[in-house]
């Protein structure tokens, strides 16, 4: 299996229960620190923004509003 030259996930994390999003969130992560793969997150989670974001664009009705 080759290696993704990037990540787009959206709202990887949603639908899960709080102890497994927790732990999929910190594998998520070590597998982003191990690989420096880039990821483009889409999601409502402030949460999930605060983990994973190190730029941020805000977008309403389609359109980026801010970042």
């Known amino acids: ?38 990821l483009l997150l889409i999601s409502h989670d402030p949460q999930d923004v605060a983990m994973f974001g190190q730029q941020v664009a805000r977008m309403v009705d389609g359109r980026i509003v801010g970042d």
């Open 1 to 38: 299996m080759t290696q993704p030259q990037a990540l787009l996930l959206d709202e990887p994390f949603s639908a899960l229960d709080h102890d497994l999003r927790q732990h999929l969130r910190q594998e998520l992560e070590a597998v982003l620190d191990k690989t420096g793969i880039p």
